[in-house]
């Protein structure tokens, strides 16, 4: 082996020395890289899924409409006595006018 052969040699080992470094490196780097979507996807699978999230939405509205049926039901049970209290009130006004027309009365009769 001549001089040149030796010198090649030593060059092309140099070569290959930093090729492996940088392949153990991208390798390491690729496996860090895979370790972090895996905690990634861990994290996405600990979360609530469109099925549950549907399952959940619906309970909610069930739980709505049954409170919407109940205000319905207590509204058709007051509406009678909104009815009767306009009533009342309509009478009490008209017993108010009627009292201010007889203490105008009762008083011009007396002034007179």
Avoid: G, Y
């Amino acid at each position: 082996m001549d001089s040149s052969a030796i010198q090649k040699l030593k060059e092309l080992s140099k070569a290959l020395a930093k090729l492996q470094t940088m392949n153990e490196q991208m390798v390491k780097t690729k496996d860090e890289q895979i370790a972090q979507l895996s905690r990634q996807i861990e994290k996405f699978k600990n979360l609530p899924q469109p099925a549950d999230f549907r399952a959940e939405a619906l309970q909610i509205n069930k739980a709505l409409v049954t409170q919407i049926r109940l205000l319905c039901h207590k509204i058709s049970q007051v509406e009678p006595l909104c009815d009767i209290t306009a009533s009342i009130i309509n009478k009490l006004v008209d017993a108010r006018q009627d009292f201010e027309q007889a203490d105008e009365t009762l008083t011009n009769f007396l002034t007179w």
